[in-house]
């Protein structure tokens, strides 16, 4: 058949799927994981700011596509607009050809964030001429996600993102993961640390945060993160490259577009999935507005009372300790804060012997705990290097606290210690209480164990609420022997008052163990009575809500549901963490202070579609205070399942090839074809060579009509 060029309608083919599974074996055994589809997944977000001069680019940061119909996850700090990105537009730019620079190609807005954990969700939503966009008709290429501890010490990943603003192509960077960091909010592996092993690359640049990072498997296990510090603007990295002084030069008189420093991080993306599960079942949550005012913090972020525990139990520190034995493979930072918020930035460096350890410190980021309170940030995953420990905390890149020094190394050091402390209610001779949360009540009892202590030792302990020391102290000349359990008790005959609690335990003046606990709710067996009368409800309004009765099965999905509880004996201030899951997952997660009244009843959150009916499923909140869950309730909607999404995943044959011939036939026609979006699964366009790949996988077991046309 003589060659001709493709400039008409070219023949309907019907395509086996065999075809398809021979194509992906071939392409399988050459490259195991699919790097192409990962670049193009791979996108830059710019986010523009609009004045009277024009459009200019604010801030900057790589995304990765995580849906076909245009779910983009990134940083919160480059797209939510705050103080240091203030601007109105996102724009999304495609890899459009491999080894070039993205392409600018769709307006997007942001759909879900977390600002403290850093992260956003976007969804693509215009064309870039601002053209609405409707999700479903998008086919993007996307990734998969991984979950849980999809990763190991000194594991091989990827690390894929933009190195500039535009004028480079994707870039891919072998790493390996270096250790864990720990915090409250995230458990062990709060933070996924890693190292560069190219030679050519031995840092990954601030551009790269928002994009993403890659197993063996090819599935995103997390995402770059640093947060730039705009406020020291000579210490932070950053470009210039807008008039956006109209003065027709570039220099330092016009604003630069913040960058951050070198990545070393991840956040893993266990995190993102509420956010992603929420956005694509197009569910929103709305909370009741706040009624309490908080007390003045002051409007300096602070840290102070920094010391080390070798280990922790429920967030609290077992123990202080001021050194280490050699093969230590934990160590946790506490310290106190104050008036921190999320978009407050916080760094941790580390240098063991007076150099800088990169595996052990954290880059600055955002902060993802309450306003006040005892935090920690924990080393973990790998054995610790011996050698003399400095350990510095920085807010906004200011210096805010030095800790004690540290030495690893050596035989584990024989000193006297306090440990383990925790709390019982003491009620008419009963207990009532699980350690960490108390009902309200007139005695509570603290149970610590020593070690190795020697009669005649001066000890001390020192209780605390709300930060401020309550008389008197206990203590004195210790004469109870070397090992075995004491106890400590504070009492108000009127009856303690709800709120954060602590005692501090002293030995010769150095501090060996602290605990905090709270007082909340009524007293009520193991745990207190914090929140009653917890129930789902039918409801399109608050004022609807507040009348109907519970429910915990609807036939009909609804447009809207009401997770609602009562309240008792709770402090304004006082941390409380309320999930929210179907069928198992979460999709709405807060961990805040209290900022509603001490007593009340018909908390009212709001769960709903607003395009439509809820997706079938089982509906459960849980409400939880520092870390123990308290209660739950949950409602079947539909069957009580969600239905099947066989486009969830990237799962299947990706098909690519080249189109070298064709000519006009009228032999063949695709039934039914009338050219609509929805009859349209996936589609790709040829370069001037005929080379293509379809963005999206064909599923296994299912058949396919392949229209090839000619413009």
Same mark, same amino acid.
């Given at each position: 058949?003589?060659?001709?060029?493709?400039?008409?309608?070219?023949?309907?083919?019907?395509?086996?799927?065999?075809?398809?599974?021979?194509?992906?074996?071939?392409?399988?055994?050459? %490259?195991? %994981? !699919?790097?192409?589809?990962?670049?193009?997944?791979?996108?830059?977000?710019?986010?523009?700011?609009?004045?009277? !001069?024009?459009?200019?680019?604010?801030?900057?940061?790589?995304?990765?596509?995580?849906?076909?119909?245009?779910?983009?996850?990134?940083?919160?700090?480059? $797209?939510?607009?705050?103080?240091?990105?203030?601007? !109105?537009?996102?724009? /999304?730019? &495609?890899?459009?050809?491999?080894?070039?620079?993205?392409?600018?190609?769709?307006?997007?807005?942001?759909?879900?964030?977390?600002?403290?954990?850093?992260?956003?969700?976007?969804?693509?939503?215009?064309?870039?001429?601002?053209?609405?966009? $409707?999700?479903?008709?998008?086919?993007?290429?996307?990734?998969?996600?991984?979950?849980?501890?999809?990763?190991?010490?000194?594991?091989?990943?990827?690390?894929?993102?933009?190195?500039?603003?535009?004028?480079?192509?994707?870039?891919? /960077?072998?790493?390996?993961?270096?250790?864990?960091?720990?915090?409250?909010?995230?458990?062990?592996?709060?933070?996924?640390?890693?190292?560069?092993?190219?030679?050519?690359?031995?840092?990954?640049?601030?551009?790269?945060?928002?994009?993403?990072?890659?197993?063996?498997?090819?599935?995103?296990?997390?995402?770059?993160?640093?947060?730039?510090?705009?406020?020291?603007?000579?210490?932070?990295?950053?470009?210039?490259?807008?008039?956006?002084?109209?003065?027709? &030069?570039?220099?330092?008189?016009?604003?630069?577009?913040?960058?951050?420093?070198?990545?070393?991080?991840?956040?893993?993306?266990?995190?993102?999935?509420?956010?992603?599960?929420?956005?694509?079942?197009?569910?929103?949550?709305?909370?009741?507005?706040?009624?309490?005012?908080?007390?003045?913090?002051?409007?300096?972020?602070?840290?102070?009372?920094?010391?080390?525990?070798?280990?922790?139990?429920?967030?609290?520190?077992?123990?202080?300790?001021?050194?280490?034995?050699?093969?230590?493979?934990?160590?946790?930072?506490?310290?106190?804060?104050?008036?921190?918020?999320?978009?407050?930035?916080?760094?941790?460096?580390?240098?063991?012997?007076?150099?800088?350890?990169?595996? @052990?410190?954290?880059?600055?980021?955002?902060?993802?705990?309450?306003?006040?309170?005892? #935090?920690?940030?924990?080393?973990?995953?790998?054995?610790?290097?011996?050698?003399?420990?400095? +350990?510095?905390?920085? +807010?906004?890149?200011?210096?805010?606290?030095?800790?004690?020094?540290?030495?690893?190394?050596?035989?584990?050091?024989?000193?006297?210690?306090?440990?383990?402390?925790?709390?019982?209610?003491?009620?008419?001779?009963?207990?009532?209480?699980?350690?960490?949360?108390?009902?309200?009540?007139?005695?509570?009892?603290?149970?610590?164990?020593?070690?190795?202590?020697?009669?005649?030792?001066?000890?001390?302990?020192?209780?605390?609420?709300?930060?401020?020391?309550?008389?008197?102290?206990?203590?004195?000349?210790?004469?109870?022997?070397?090992?075995?359990?004491?106890?400590?008790?504070?009492?108000?005959?009127?009856?303690?008052?709800?709120?954060?609690?602590?005692?501090? &335990?002293?030995?010769?003046?150095?501090?060996?163990?602290?605990?905090?606990?709270?007082?909340?709710?009524?007293?009520?067996?193991?745990?207190?009575?914090?929140?009653?009368?917890?129930?789902?409800?039918?409801?399109?309004?608050?004022?609807?809500?507040?009348?109907?009765?519970?429910?915990?099965?609807?036939?009909?999905?609804?447009?809207?549901?009401?997770?609602?509880?009562? #309240?008792?004996?709770?402090?304004?201030?006082?941390?409380?963490?309320?999930?929210?899951?179907?069928?198992?997952?979460?999709?709405?997660?807060?961990?805040?202070? #209290?900022?509603? $009244?001490?007593?009340?009843?018909?908390?009212?959150?709001?769960?709903?579609?607003?395009?439509?009916? &809820?997706?079938?499923?089982?509906?459960?909140?849980?409400?939880?205070?520092?870390?123990?869950?308290?209660?739950?309730?949950?409602?079947?909607?539909?069957?009580?399942?969600?239905?099947?999404?066989?486009?969830?995943?990237?799962?299947?044959?990706?098909?690519?090839?080249?189109?070298?011939?064709?000519?006009?036939?009228?032999? @063949?026609?695709?039934?039914?074809?009338?050219?609509?979006?929805?009859?349209?699964?996936?589609?790709?366009?040829?370069?001037?060579?005929?080379?293509?790949?379809?963005?999206?996988?064909?599923?296994?077991?299912?058949?396919?009509?392949?229209?090839?046309?000619?413009?």
């Amino acid at each position: 058949m003589p060659q001709q060029p493709i400039g008409r309608l070219l023949t309907f083919l019907w395509v086996a799927l065999c075809v398809a599974l021979q194509t992906n074996a071939q392409i399988g055994e050459a %490259i195991p %994981i !699919d790097l192409n589809r990962i670049q193009r997944a791979t996108v830059l977000v710019m986010q523009l700011q609009t004045t009277p !001069d024009g459009q200019f680019v604010t801030c900057a940061s790589s995304g990765t596509l995580v849906s076909r119909d245009g779910l983009v996850l990134t940083n919160a700090h480059s $797209t939510v607009p705050n103080a240091n990105c203030a601007g !109105d537009t996102l724009l /999304v730019a &495609l890899d459009a050809r491999q080894d070039a620079p993205p392409v600018l190609s769709y307006q997007a807005r942001v759909i879900q964030s977390d600002l403290g954990l850093d992260l956003a969700l976007l969804q693509i939503s215009a064309e870039l001429n601002g053209r609405p966009i $409707t999700p479903d008709s998008l086919s993007l290429p996307f990734v998969d996600l991984a979950q849980g501890a999809s990763v190991s010490l000194d594991d091989t990943i990827l690390v894929v993102g933009y190195p500039g603003l535009g004028d480079d192509p994707v870039a891919l /960077v072998t790493a390996t993961i270096s250790g864990f960091t720990a915090e409250p909010r995230g458990g062990d592996r709060a933070w996924l640390k890693f190292r560069t092993v190219d030679e050519a690359i031995a840092e990954i640049p601030g551009t790269f945060s928002g994009g993403g990072a890659y197993n063996r498997e090819g599935q995103l296990i997390g995402i770059p993160t640093t947060a730039p510090i705009a406020q020291l603007p000579d210490s932070v990295d950053c470009a210039r490259f807008q008039d956006t002084n109209r003065d027709n &030069l570039i220099n330092n008189g016009d604003a630069c577009v913040p960058l951050g420093g070198a990545i070393n991080a991840l956040r893993p993306t266990d995190f993102a999935l509420p956010l992603i599960r929420s956005a694509s079942l197009n569910l929103e949550v709305t909370a009741p507005q706040p009624t309490a005012q908080l007390a003045s913090l002051g409007t300096q972020p602070t840290i102070s009372n920094v010391f080390f525990a070798p280990s922790v139990n429920n967030d609290m520190p077992t123990t202080v300790i001021s050194s280490l034995p050699a093969g230590a493979n934990s160590l946790f930072l506490f310290f106190d804060y104050a008036a921190m918020t999320p978009e407050t930035i916080y760094e941790l460096r580390v240098a063991i012997d007076g150099s800088t350890s990169p595996i @052990f410190s954290l880059p600055p980021v955002r902060w993802s705990g309450g306003s006040r309170g005892l #935090w920690y940030i924990g080393l973990t995953g790998q054995t610790l290097p011996n050698g003399e420990y400095a +350990i510095r905390l920085f +807010i906004d890149g200011i210096l805010a606290a030095e800790a004690p020094p540290l030495r690893v190394g050596g035989a584990p050091e024989p000193l006297p210690a306090f440990r383990n402390v925790q709390f019982v209610l003491i009620e008419n001779d009963q207990m009532f209480g699980n350690g960490y949360i108390l009902g309200a009540g007139t005695t509570v009892s603290a149970q610590f164990i020593y070690d190795g202590m020697t009669d005649g030792l001066e000890w001390t302990g020192i209780w605390y609420f709300n930060g401020q020391e309550l008389s008197p102290r206990v203590g004195g000349v210790w004469d109870l022997g070397a090992n075995g359990a004491q106890t400590s008790s504070l009492s108000d005959p009127n009856g303690l008052i709800p709120g954060r609690y602590r005692l501090a &335990l002293y030995i010769e003046g150095r501090l060996s163990a602290l605990s905090d606990f709270t007082i909340a709710g009524s007293r009520a067996d193991v745990r207190p009575r914090v929140f009653s009368n917890e129930r789902f409800v039918v409801a399109d309004t608050p004022t609807e809500a507040a009348t109907r009765f519970p429910t915990v099965n609807v036939t009909i999905p609804p447009t809207s549901i009401y997770a609602m509880f009562d #309240w008792e004996l709770i402090a304004p201030g006082t941390i409380w963490h309320i999930r929210v899951l179907v069928d198992g997952d979460v999709f709405y997660e807060r961990v805040e202070a #209290w900022q509603l $009244t001490q007593d009340g009843a018909g908390y009212a959150l709001r769960i709903a579609n607003p395009d439509g009916q &809820l997706p079938d499923g089982t509906y459960r909140f849980e409400l939880l205070m520092n870390n123990i869950l308290l209660r739950t309730a949950s409602i079947a909607i539909g069957i009580g399942q969600l239905p099947i999404d066989p486009f969830a995943r990237p799962e299947g044959v990706l098909v690519r090839g080249q189109l070298i011939d064709g000519d006009l036939s009228e032999e @063949f026609s695709v039934i039914d074809f009338n050219a609509t979006q929805a009859q349209l699964y996936t589609q790709t366009t040829t370069d001037r060579n005929g080379r293509f790949q379809f963005s999206q996988p064909l599923r296994f077991a299912a058949p396919y009509s392949l229209i090839i046309a000619a413009d």
